[in-house]
């Protein structure tokens, strides 16, 4: 697989919530932070988006925003409406008047992923990803969008897989489109990176052979750079050396390989590049703040407490 390819591996997305919200009058909004990655589909009408202390977004019929994290927002149809506090939920959300037919529809909700390695989809991204109906660009996730719209006001048997199944798509490609890999605005990070021809194999290598005892003369070679053109690239992409990102990339399997389950410190040592145990215990505390077992027993007491 290719590094992304391996990335959402990790991550293992999938859509936690999808609810249909709808709005008719004069409303306004406010939520609390969500943490989790967040997406919004306007179906019908207009609304605004506003975080703390930045400008409103126009969100219009046809526009898609992600949001990596979800900070603290308002959602509301006209400037002046009060902003009353809603919490996050997984039901239906009216706006406004609650008699008569709807002026504004959207589809929102969010996804989860895992947890262990949140952070590295904030890496990845800017903080939040519109894309405009009226955009000629990312013509492929607007025709899962499309689908996603279709599908959502259509009363066809199976709709509600359909419809999970298809945002798990569209995270993907917000994610490709969002770091750059389809048009989109590029960012730092490995999607970036992916986009250039040189980094991209070097990159490549290293997924495809974490084991191996990597340098940087050598991923040079492989880029067709020299050593010091190449390490400066990589740092302007990634915002770190070749030998700490192969380190982090380390790091991000032996968390997720703890998050599964019980595994021995020499396998996963061995699995990951280390050459023994006591060398990979030292390197995860140097990344963590713990070592291996703690962080095993850690993820273990908040499953017996959500149990």
Not at 134 to 148: F, H, W
Not at 165 to 183: P, Q, S, T, Y
Not at 252 to 265: K, T
């Amino acid at each position: 697989m290719d590094p992304f390819s391996d990335l959402i591996g990790l991550l293992r997305p999938h859509a936690a919530v999808s609810k249909p919200i709808t709005g008719r009058g004069k409303w306004g909004a406010r939520y609390r932070p969500y943490g989790a990655p967040g997406f919004a589909i306007v179906l019908e009408g207009a609304c605004f988006l506003q975080f703390d202390e930045e400008a409103p977004i126009r969100l219009a019929a046809g526009d898609f925003i992600l949001i990596p994290s979800t900070p603290a927002f308002s959602l509301f149809s006209h400037a002046e409406a009060e902003r009353l506090p809603r919490e996050p939920t997984d039901q239906p959300v009216r706006h406004g008047e609650a008699e008569g037919e709807a002026d504004f529809r959207m589809l929102g909700g969010g996804f989860q992923i895992e947890p262990v390695n949140a952070g590295l989809l904030l890496a990845l991204l800017p903080g939040i990803i519109h894309i405009r109906a009226d955009e000629g660009e990312a013509d492929r996730l607007k025709r899962i969008i499309a689908l996603i719209m279709e599908e959502s006001v259509a009363d066809r048997p199976g709709r509600e897989p359909v419809v999970e199944r298809l945002l798990e798509v569209m995270l993907v490609e917000a994610l490709r489109w969002g770091g750059g890999m389809d048009a989109g605005p590029v960012t730092s990070g490995m999607l970036r990176s992916m986009r250039d021809p040189s980094l991209a194999r070097a990159l490549r290598a290293m997924h495809a052979d974490v084991c191996a005892r990597w340098t940087v003369e050598g991923l040079a070679k492989l880029a067709g750079m020299s050593r010091s053109a190449f390490a400066a690239r990589f740092a302007e992409a990634l915002g770190t050396t070749p030998i700490d990102y192969l380190a982090q990339w380390r790091m991000a399997l032996a968390r997720d390989a703890l998050s599964r389950g019980d595994i021995s410190l020499e396998r996963l040592a061995g699995d990951i590049g280390y050459d023994s145990a006591s060398a990979f215990s030292t390197a995860f505390r140097r990344h963590n703040g713990c070592s291996p077992r703690e962080f095993g027993r850690a993820l273990g007491d908040r499953s017996a407490q959500s149990a």
